[in-house]
């Protein structure tokens, strides 16, 4: 029989928080009872999702689990660990939680990190937060050097892709969110398997909440990640660069129309302009013929004017990131909606 374990930090420091641990389960039956039993006292309940796991782990959680905080939610057919989350988030939205903190069922992830994961939340400081393990040369030392290099690689594209150039380690899924931002992303496609937590992030962009990391170093044991570099790799550049268009048309064109928007326009019809006329004297030109000075600048300039228009943008871009949370707002209308 497992229980809870005594946290050292009583519940009078988080004052009506309604904090929920939401565990997506597939294959982690040797390890759920630590993560339940490492939960800390002043968590109000730990949604356990069955993501119709081959090893049954809802069954082995109710025949060995006495924790009375525990839910365990069945899914009948496998929806991958952002299909788990979201009916995680439905279901502790539900029973009426005001912070949503999404742990692995693996063990992965040291508990004791909760509270600073939550508090930038409770504060009024941040939408939603998420572990970085890149914060520091010490956290990184249990970590395998291949997802050190492709954790990097990813977060340059997830940077791109969602709009949150401040935020590293995209892939981290040590995450809390407030209940109402939540609530919001319920009603969005976002994307079910190991893009999950990067999708998530481009569709918290599209809301304008605030992002913001938490030094967290990983713990890696005996637990098998399912996820296969080569096999993913290709979908996740083609994901990356379809978010980043949607979002640069979205951010840019529709919803708003800037300096950025100028400079994105005038520098890439520049750019194509100046290569393009390049590549046209190359193809038409008589064999040993050189080029003249104002042949050269009349492809030069449109280039590197057109290159440094981008970059403007880009900086735009980077410095745009918002900045004012969310949930403060959602939650006054949902009270105003709600008399």
């Known amino acids: 029989m497992y229980v809870a374990s005594d946290a050292s930090e009583p519940h009078h420091l988080l004052p009506d928080a309604r904090v929920w641990i939401v565990v997506p389960c597939y294959k982690v039956r040797d390890h759920i009872h630590r993560v339940i039993a490492a939960a800390p006292s002043w968590i109000e309940g730990i949604v356990c999702v069955d993501d119709a796991c081959p090893q049954h782990t809802a069954d082995h959680i109710e025949a060995v689990v006495r924790d009375p905080r525990v839910v365990v939610v069945r899914l009948s057919e496998n929806q991958g660990v952002g299909g788990a989350v979201m009916a995680g988030y439905a279901e502790a939205v539900r029973r009426g939680a005001g912070i949503l903190v999404k742990v692995d069922g693996d063990d992965q ?60 380690d995209p892939t981290n899924g040590f995450t809390a969110i407030e209940a109402s931002v939540a609530r919001l992303l319920l009603r969005k496609q976002v994307a079910r398997r190991y893009f999950f937590e990067t999708d998530l992030l481009y569709h918290l962009g599209t809301l304008r909440a605030v992002v913001r990391d938490v030094p967290i170093p990983a713990r890696y044991a005996d637990e098998i990640s399912s996820l296969r570099v080569r096999a993913v790799v290709g979908s996740f550049a083609m994901r990356h660069l379809r978010n980043l268009i949607r979002r640069v048309l979205g951010q840019y064109f529709v919803r708003d129309f800037n300096v950025a928007t100028l400079e994105m326009v005038f520098g890439l019809a520049l750019l194509l302009f100046g290569g393009g006329y390049g590549l046209h004297w190359l193809a038409v030109r008589e064999p040993g013929q050189a080029a003249s000075p104002g042949i050269v600048m009349t492809a030069a300039l449109p280039v590197i004017v057109g290159v440094q228009m981008l970059l403007q943008s880009i900086n735009f871009d980077a410095m745009n990131v918002p900045t004012r949370p969310i949930h403060p707002y959602l939650r006054t209308l949902e009270r105003i909606d709600g008399e």
């Open 109 to 168: 992830m040291d508990l004791a990190y909760l509270s600073q994961l939550v508090v930038p939340i409770i504060l009024g400081e941040a939408d939603y937060t998420k572990g970085n393990r890149f914060s520091s040369v010490g956290h990184l030392g249990g970590m395998p050097g291949v997802r050190v290099f492709g954790n990097a690689a990813l977060s340059f594209a997830a940077k791109a892709s969602t709009g949150y150039w401040n935020v590293f």
